[in-house]
């Protein structure tokens, strides 16, 4: 079964108009969130997980249970967010993590 | 921040042979380590999850007697393609977290592994 969702596989926005990731997940636990971001030539990294509710370079993500969403936002795209985003779901233990397929972010000067 | 690395980051290999990927976690012990399979535009799939000193565990569908993987210290994982097919061939990405529960995942760059 599929447990995390990422709808959009491609998505472009202008520079600095909105920009917004969506992730869903299945899962009867308690998991945690995560999102990863894949620059071009370069390694997964994380980019913020929802347990510290940080802002990482200028994105937030907020856990909605109710709608089982972990929604990557951003108010003002920049060029340097074109990427590869994942989103991520790890189980209650933490030995398992589940990746999304991934949206690919073009922002566009 | 907490390296890994991952070990080589391409190799080419004969069908019938078989290849090893080490996985290492430079700076940090690594309790569990995981091991992914990308085929290109498609997700990250899970493999295996290693512990330290433990048996891994295969995903459904993954032949644990064609992707071996030993996790022999907190710092090394390694997957070993035995016997490869092209079909084998893709990215394979291993990734080390050094708690439980809610620890960010630290990744390798990943290996290409191409089998003619």
């Known amino acids: 079964a599929q447990r995390v969702t990422q709808p959009e596989k491609l998505l472009s926005v202008f520079k600095g108009a909105p920009v917004e990731l969506k992730c869903n997940y299945s899962y009867s636990g308690s998991p945690e969130l995560f999102w990863y971001v894949q620059y071009s030539r370069q390694r997964l990294q994380l980019l913020l997980r929802?347990?510290s509710r940080e802002s990482i370079k200028g994105f937030t993500a907020d856990l909605n249970k109710g709608e089982t969403s972990f929604h990557l936002k951003k108010p003002f795209a920049q060029e340097e967010d074109s990427a590869m985003y994942y989103c991520a779901l790890s189980g209650d233990w933490g030995n398992q993590f589940y990746f999304g397929t991934g949206t690919s972010l073009t922002v566009i000067p | 921040g907490a390296v890994v690395s991952q070990h080589p980051s391409w190799v080419i290999c004969k069908s019938g042979t078989s290849v090893k990927i080490e996985c290492r976690s430079l700076d940090f012990q690594a309790t569990t380590m995981f091991w992914y399979r990308q085929f290109p535009k498609q997700s990250l799939m899970l493999m295996a999850t290693?512990?330290?000193?433990?048996?891994?565990?295969?995903e459904q569908g993954v032949e644990k007697d064609k992707f071996l993987i030993n996790h022999a210290s907190l710092t090394l994982s390694t997957l070993t393609v035995t016997s490869a097919h092209p079909e084998d061939s893709s990215f394979y990405i291993c990734?080390?977290?050094?708690?439980?529960?809610?620890?960010?995942?630290?990744f390798g760059n990943g290996t290409r592994l191409t089998v003619t």
């Open positions: 990734s080390a977290i050094s708690g439980t529960g809610g620890s960010p995942l630290h």
């Open positions: 290693s512990n330290e000193g433990s048996k891994a565990t295969y």
């Open positions: 929802h347990i």
